[in-house]
């Protein structure tokens, strides 16, 4: 049984920036992709960014340029910089474990808890 704890989130003006982090329990991390996913309020849960086993990321449009994910296998831990944080960025945080096939990634139902982002004046 896989266990993600994410943890870094918290409350930032805008242009300010976090880092989360996800840890993964087992020992099977660096055989799986991850992904950030975030909901905010009144919507849909999206993929923010992916990173397969090798190191190759991916990101909505709407982060590109502003968050980067990494991850450090030897720690189990996948990470997202998020910089020049916006207002619209306000989301709750998960990090999931999946897979990628054919550039789409696709999510195992391990989820961690959850990180609040908030980004207010």
């Known amino acids: 049984q896989v266990q993600l704890v994410e943890s870094g989130g918290g409350l930032v003006q805008p242009g300010g920036s976090l880092r989360l982090s996800c840890a993964a329990s087992?020992?099977?991390?660096?055989?799986?992709?991850m992904g950030w996913y975030r909901q905010g309020p009144g919507k849909q849960r999206e993929l923010v960014a992916a990173?397969?086993?090798?190191?190759?990321?991916n990101y909505v449009d709407s982060v590109k340029g502003r968050f980067t994910i990494s991850r450090t296998n030897v720690k189990n831990t996948v990470y997202l910089q998020m910089n020049n944080l916006k207002p619209e960025d306000t989301a709750v945080y998960y990090c999931?474990?999946?897979?990628?096939?054919?550039?789409?990634?696709?999510?195992?139902?391990?989820w961690g808890q959850g990180t609040q982002v908030t980004v207010s004046s």
């Open positions: 087992g020992s099977s991390f660096s055989l799986y992709a």
């Open positions: 999931n474990m999946g897979q990628t096939y054919s550039g789409s990634y696709y999510p195992y139902q391990y």
């Open positions: 990173v397969t086993s090798d190191g190759s990321t």
